[in-house]
């Protein structure tokens, strides 16, 4: 089932700070980008989903001192432990950039070489705060104190930087945007999601906007700029611009590249999705959008801002030590449980509680006893009543016609694929594990145990398991952009192909896809069920 692209989908994670090592918090927007480019790609999109690392910066160089290495030998070491925890968790990138290359290179000074001849930037010098930690600049009427009366980061509590004047910096004219940008959150309100995200950067530039200081001269690990060569890019003013990098900007040939991607950029500009968390949602709702209009590009269609994964009640991050590896929970439950965990359990958007128990709730009530245990069940009926062959539905068309999961199913892709277009993958999941709650029902009243006893039930028995085995066909369908391993498998043990190789979900999705007489395979159960008690690890 192929057909001519739909057009281009693009997405986005942040790229990644290399300061540390993968965790729960940068794995949760990364699967989240990854249900999304799954999803389109299985509605016939042609997908470009952009991640990467964050390799420049006085964060980085700090890290990378502190190991005593060079900031280039640190950023390299770090690649593999990236690359590494997106393939365990099986996401489907297209390109990962990292900022150090000389391709991204050739973007940022592209870019802020346009900037610098449409006249936007002009030489200052900036007077005031700055946090290494979250590399951001702050006003001092934004900073907090602490015990001893220091002034520290409002975000981060770290002790800030008093950055003095002399220091020549680079400024960008942020300050011009101010009207262009209220313009946009009033006519375009789907720019930001979710409405309390938008609610505070509205309020944050109605109260006006300062120029941004994005060059640095007593510093150099960065990329230098084109027409100063003294100075480097602030970080932010490199990172944010690795989402052109990714689908060939610095490869086209306007900014001088090869040219092996020539066109790329267009067709795929601007994005559908940058997915980011709600700490840095003004670097990408302000600063990233004007940096974008002073270019002459437009916007992307939303920045979704989602929030924070908390262990009892805390941010989760490396340095307060309560950031779990992503393998050692996927050790316990397998990746797409993993995954099904955090895209079902935490509403994206708002801010998530996690807990091992909870975890283990949602595993056995979801997974264990729902959706495995439905598979394995009609599996093996199949195999009992019919052979382990996909029974013929009578041609009596009451018997497969006048049925609640035929129902369920033909209204289920509006609901899905509205949820998942609006990136609300709890609802999604939701509509999903209902289908899969009426079928156990719908196999539970239909006893197809005293059918088998009784001859003349015999097509009954046969339509009750066809409309079984075709629930769980969808179902696996539906299901594959969260789970990708369990919805292949259960595609392979209904003798069907690769559910990923389909580019019309929808048309996918009609019932009757399943063939009757194929081979059915009942397997080993897909989510066996776990107890909290012998779990040794503690999420905190
Ligand atoms: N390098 C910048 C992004 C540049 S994008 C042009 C950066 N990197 S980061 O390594 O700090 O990654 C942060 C991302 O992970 C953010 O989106 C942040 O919100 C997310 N998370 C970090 N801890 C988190 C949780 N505990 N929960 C959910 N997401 C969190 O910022």
């Known amino acids: 089932m192929t057909s001519a692209p739909k057009g281009t989908y693009s997405i986005t994670t942040p790229i990644y700070y290399v300061n540390a090592a993968p965790h729960l918090g940068t794995a949760y927007t990364t699967i989240a980008a990854d249900v999304v480019a799954r999803y389109q790609r299985m509605n016939g999109y042609d997908v470009a989903f952009v991640t990467g690392m964050d390799e420049h910066g006085q964060k980085v160089a700090d890290v990378a001192a502190d190991k005593g290495m060079t900031a280039q030998d640190w950023c390299d070491s770090m690649e593999a432990p990236f690359r590494d925890a997106w393939e365990m968790l099986d996401i489907s990138y297209t390109d990962f950039v990292r900022t150090t290359e000389p391709r991204h290179a050739r973007s940022v000074r592209t870019f802020w070489q346009d900037l610098y001849d449409k006249g936007y930037l002009y030489k200052g010098s900036y007077e005031g705060w700055y946090c290494v930690h979250e590399e951001t600049y702050y006003a001092e009427s934004d900073l907090e104190k602490n015990e001893e009366g220091a002034f520290v980061c409002p975000d981060c509590k770290r002790p800030v930087q008093l950055m003095a004047s002399g220091e020549e910096n680079w400024f960008f004219k942020l300050s011009d945007f101010q009207d262009e940008l209220l313009a946009l959150y009033e006519k375009r309100p789907e720019f930001i999601r979710p409405e309390t995200r938008r609610n505070e950067i509205v309020s944050f530039v109605s109260s006006g906007l300062k120029d941004l200081s994005i060059s640095r001269s007593t510093f150099d690990w960065g990329v230098p700029l084109p027409f100063d060569e003294g100075h480097v890019a602030y970080v932010w003013a490199d990172a944010l611009i690795a989402y052109l990098t990714g689908i060939g900007y610095a490869d086209d040939a306007a900014s001088g590249g090869p040219g092996e991607r020539a066109g790329e950029f267009e067709r795929r500009w601007p994005m559908q999705y940058h997915f980011v968390g709600k700490d840095i949602t003004r670097f990408h709702c302000v600063i990233w959008p004007a940096m974008l209009m002073a270019a002459g590009l437009p916007v992307a269609h939303t920045v979704f801002g989602h929030g924070f994964l908390l262990t009892k009640g805390e941010k989760m991050s490396k340095s307060k030590g309560n950031a779990l590896r992503p393998a050692d929970l996927c050790?316990?439950?397998?990746?797409?449980?993993?995954?099904?965990?955090?895209?079902?359990?935490?509403?994206?958007?708002?801010?998530?509680?996690?807990?091992?128990?909870?975890?283990?709730?949602?595993?056995?009530?979801?997974?264990?006893?729902?959706?495995?245990?439905?598979?394995s069940r009609v599996t093996n009926m199949t195999k009992k009543y019919f052979d382990a062959v996909v029974p013929v539905p009578p041609a009596d068309a009451a018997a497969t016609r006048d049925n609640p999961l035929r129902e369920m199913v033909d209204a289920l892709y509006v609901a899905y694929d509205e949820a998942l277009a609006l990136v609300d993958f709890t609802a999604a999941v939701a509509a999903v594990q209902k289908l899969a709650g009426r079928v156990n029902l719908y196999v539970e009243d239909a006893a197809p145990w005293n059918l088998?006893?009784?001859?003349?039930?015999?097509?009954?028995?046969?339509?009750?398991?066809?409309?079984?085995?075709?629930?769980?066909?969808?179902?696996?369908?539906?299901?594959?952009?969260?789970?990708?391993?369990?919805?292949?498998?259960?595609?392979?043990?209904?003798?069907?192909?690769?559910?990923?190789a389909l580019d019309d979900i929808e048309r996918a999705a009609q019932w009757g896809g399943l063939p009757a007489g194929n081979a059915v395979e009942v397997g080993d159960p897909l989510f066996p069920r776990l107890d909290v008690e012998a779990i040794s690890i503690e999420m905190e």
């Open 331 to 375: 050790d316990i439950f397998g990746v797409d449980a993993y995954r099904y965990y955090f895209m079902s359990d935490v509403q994206f958007g708002a801010d998530g509680s996690i807990s091992m128990e909870r975890m283990v709730q949602v595993y056995n009530a979801d997974l264990a006893n729902t959706w495995g245990n439905l598979v």
């Open 452 to 500: 088998a006893k009784d001859e003349t039930k015999a097509g009954e028995l046969a339509a009750v398991i066809y409309n079984a085995l075709e629930a769980i066909r969808v179902i696996a369908l539906y299901l594959a952009p969260f789970m990708p391993n369990t919805s292949a498998e259960v595609y392979r043990r209904l003798g069907l192909g690769d559910v990923f």
